[in-house]
């Protein structure tokens, strides 16, 4: 069973808004944090946002995203969100969530979802 889902991208024009979710499997699943990561073409994946899973509290933005991205969980469907609005075109990537579970970094990732953003 895999244990991250990504769902929710897609594309938009610049100044949309897309809400990005990361389903976490299984009842007993825990992690020290949880994060969105993005990869574009022919770049380095860079960490866009990072939250204290076990307290809700965002604990990292990008300096590109901040004001525009929110990050948030809902605890009671095991789901970490990435809210994206006043998208632009550099936000073009694919979106991946990862969590921070052991004492190694993030060592649990989903499959990536693609977020395109037209101008």
């Known amino acids: 069973q895999v244990p991250l889902v990504e769902s929710g991208g897609g594309l938009v024009q610049a100044g949309g808004s897309l809400r990005l979710s990361c389903a976490a499997s299984?009842?007993?699943?825990?992690?020290?944090?949880m994060a969105w990561f993005r990869q574009a073409p022919g770049k380095a994946r860079e960490l866009v946002a990072s939250?204290?899973?076990?307290?809700?509290?965002?604990?990292y933005y990008a300096d590109s995203v901040k004001g525009r991205f929110t990050i948030s969980r809902d605890n009671a469907k095991n789901t970490l969100i990435l809210q994206m609005n006043s998208l632009k075109p550099e936000d073009t990537a694919v979106y991946y969530c990862?969590?921070?579970?052991?004492?190694?970094?993030?060592?649990?990732w989903g499959q990536g979802t693609q977020v395109t953003v037209s101008s």
């Open positions: 990862a969590a921070w579970r052991g004492t190694t970094g993030y060592d649990t």
């Open positions: 299984g009842r007993t699943f825990s992690a020290y944090s």
């Open positions: 939250i204290n899973w076990r307290s809700g509290v965002s604990s």
